[in-house]
Each structure stands twice: as structure tokens, then as C-alpha cells.
């Protein structure tokens, strides 16, 4: 039994009066329950939504970019699930903002830093990215102005961001390449685009050794492994013309398996060693 501080309920669930005495049935201007109500109510969120999205988003294609860039750049294992849920917890107008303030910050312009510290950060950043993966040997006057470069990007946050947006980019282009099996022609294009700053590692390195032997050697070497004509070579030369024979085997051994550590081709691997071997002879 229904205690009686609750009152008696009508057929249609109304309660008449409480233990009170007070009337407690609906006055005929009191708002009445309706079934629709909350469809309706959820129906008048979206189209508030879908309208803030059409004068906001709706101008360009900055919203498709700003959903992108939600789904990549997140590092959660589900991106898009992780990125979506914070923003579709917003109201419908604080949803369609953040949304709008992706896409806005994304095609910003970035903020300059001075113009002779930025002109280095494009010419050092790149080439110090690929070094590794490019094999590249960076010469000590780039070296020394890439140091100072750091030292003045710690200080102008300007710099700072368009070294780590170059950085990026010169890994991404690598890494399509890569994956493109063409690897080693961006890496040669690259290069030769750098020269002022780097060259390949092996080029330097045959270089200096080039440079202790005497004219002889280097147009022996240059005949028996790049083609160029014969040429005669003393006894007094052979001990120096091996140990340079040998500094092209021992990089052939090392491309070998660094093509087989990374499932490259071998044959393009050593090509590609010999190739740079033959730049530093041809510079003599």
C-alpha cells in the first residue's frame, strides 16, 4: 500500500491530494510531458550544430583537415575514437569552435623568426635530419654554424617550431621515399642539392685517404674500379693502392649487410658505395 503522505493517484496516474491538504494535480497552464520532447530537443542540437558548422567550417575545406589532423597526430591507439570523444563532449557551439580552432591553427602562418637565423635553420635542419639515414658527412664549417644555429634556436620560439615543422618534413619525404624504393635516389639527389654543407660519407673519407697517396695510385685506383684509363703503377705504389682497394671492400661488406638488415637490395646498395667511391677519385 501506497503511503499516504503520497496521496490518491486517478485512473490516468495523477496524484489528487497529499497528506497536506494541497491540490496536487497539474494546473491546466502547466507544462505537460511529451514523449517527443527529447527528440525533438536532440533534433534542435543537431541543426544548431550542422548551421554553427556551415558558418564556421563550411567557408573552405579547413574542417576535413582539422578531423585529419585529429586521427594522425593523436598518439592514443584508437586516434580518431580518443580525439572524437573529447570533442564531441563539448555543446554543440563548443564543438563546432574547437573544430574551427583546429582547422584556423593549422593553415596559420607560422610566425617568423629573423630572417638570417631562419634562412640557416632551412639550410642546416634538413641536412642534419637525413645524415644518418642518408649516410652523410657534414663538413666542419657546417657543423660550426649548425652549432650556433641551436644555441640562438633556444632562445626565439619562432625558430624553434620551424625547426621541428623542417625536421619533420625532411623525415616524412625520406620515409616516402623510402617506402617507394627510392631510397638511395633521394638520398643521391639530396646530397648533390646539399653539397655546400655535405657529402656522402664515403666520398669524404676516400677523399682524405686520396689525398696521402701519390697521382699514380689515384689513377690506378681510378682505372681498376671507375673505368678511367689505364695507367701504370710502381712497386713502390702497390702497398698504397691496396689499402685504398681496401677501404671500397670493407664498405661493400658494411652495405651488404645494411641491405640485409633492412631488406634492400644488395646489388643497388654496393652500386651505390662504388658510385661515391668514384666521386672522390674523379675530384683529383
Known amino acids: 500500500m501506497r503511503p499516504a503522505r503520497w496521496g490518491r493517484a486517478t485512473r490516468d496516474g495523477r496524484l489528487r491530494r497529499g497528506i497536506d491538504g494541497r491540490d496536487r ?104 635530419s637525413l645524415a644518418k639515414v642518408c649516410d652523410i658527412k657534414i663538413n666542419d664549417a657546417a657543423s660550426g654554424d649548425h652549432r650556433a644555429m641551436l644555441e640562438a634556436v633556444k632562445s626565439d620560439p619562432n625558430a624553434n617550431k620551424l625547426a621541428y615543422r623542417i625536421h619533420y618534413e625532411t623525415q616524412t619525404a625520406y620515409i616516402k621515399a623510402r617506402d617507394g624504393g627510392q631510397r638511395l635516389a633521394f638520398c643521391k639527389d639530396f646530397i648533390a642539392a646539399n653539397s655546400e654543407y655535405a657529402k656522402a660519407r664515403v666520398t669524404a673519407e676516400v677523399e682524405g685517404h686520396l689525398s696521402d697517396v701519390s697521382t699514380s695510385v689515384q689513377k690506378a685506383i681510378a682505372h681498376n674500379v671507375c673505368g ?57
Not at 651488404?256 to 666521386?279: P, S, Y
Open 25 to 128: 494535480r497539474p494546473g491546466p497552464d502547466a507544462e505537460r510531458h511529451d514523449p517527443d520532447q527529447y527528440r525533438r530537443s536532440t533534433a534542435a542540437q543537431g541543426i544548431r550544430a550542422v548551421s554553427c558548422s556551415a558558418r564556421f567550417l563550411g567557408w573552405t575545406l579547413r574542417g576535413w583537415v582539422a578531423a585529419l589532423v585529429c586521427a594522425v597526430g593523436h598518439r592514443d591507439p584508437n586516434p580518431a575514437a580518443a580525439c572524437c570523444s573529447v570533442i564531441w563532449s563539448m555543446s554543440p557551439m563548443k564543438r563546432c569552435l574547437a573544430a574551427f580552432a583546429i582547422a584556423a591553427s593549422l593553415f596559420a602562418p607560422v610566425a617568423h623568426a629573423n630572417d638570417a637565423l631562419e634562412a640557416k635553420v632551412r639550410a642546416y635542419v634538413p641536412v642534419v
Open 228 to 284: 678511367a684509363p689505364p695507367a701504370k703503377l710502381s712497386k713502390a705504389d702497390w702497398k698504397s693502392y691496396a689499402a685504398i682497394k681496401q677501404i671500397l671492400q670493407i664498405e661493400h661488406k658494411l652495405a651488404k649487410e645494411n641491405a640485409e638488415t633492412n631488406g634492400w637490395e644488395v646489388a643497388d646498395e654496393r652500386a651505390a658505395v662504388t658510385e661515391q667511391f668514384c666521386a672522390a677519385v674523379k675530384t683529383r
